[in-house]
């Protein structure tokens, strides 16, 4: 999950690079003010999905040292998870609304097909992360002796 900051996360073919994570975070001024003012003006689901990043770096460090935590994977691959989810239910309540018609889920070879137009490696990276973390915090993972 963590690495998805500094890949694509839109692929927009011939148009440019797609949306980068990293060049936006990179541009932040870090001052307590500024942060203040954006958890107080960023919606939930904003401060959840940059939550997850957070968590998988924590998640990531303690493992590394050997002390990974199968709460703390639960925490940052069920978020993100949830988060998708709950994207994917707001777009649809969305498109209900408008009257828009909404795809059938009868075959997901072309839903995926569809998503992967539009989805850089970065998409694919936190989404695929955000499920192994969470398969890890479920299951379980071997412990260093």
Do not use: C, H
């Not at 900051?5 to 797609?18: E, K, N, T, Y």
């Not at 999905?49 to 639960?74: I, K, N």
């Not at 499920?131 to 890890?136: C, D, P």
């Amino acid at each position: 999950m963590v690495v998805s900051l500094f890949l694509p996360w839109l692929s927009l073919g011939q148009a440019g690079s797609g949306f980068v994570p990293w060049d936006l975070v990179k541009n932040l001024d870090p001052n307590s003010e500024t942060l203040q003012r954006f958890a107080g003006d960023a919606p939930p689901a904003l401060l959840v999905f940059l939550a997850t990043f957070v968590l998988a770096a924590v998640f990531l460090v303690l493992a590394v040292v050997g002390v990974a935590s199968r709460v703390l994977a639960v925490v940052a691959g069920g978020g993100a998870v949830g988060l998708v989810v709950y994207a994917l239910w707001q777009a649809r309540q969305g498109a209900l609304d408008l009257g828009v018609p909404i795809p059938s889920t009868n075959n997901l070879a072309d839903m995926a097909e569809q998503a992967s137009q539009v989805m850089g490696m970065g998409a694919w990276a936190w989404g695929g992360g955000a499920v192994l973390l969470l398969f890890a915090g479920l299951v379980g993972f071997p412990r260093r002796g």
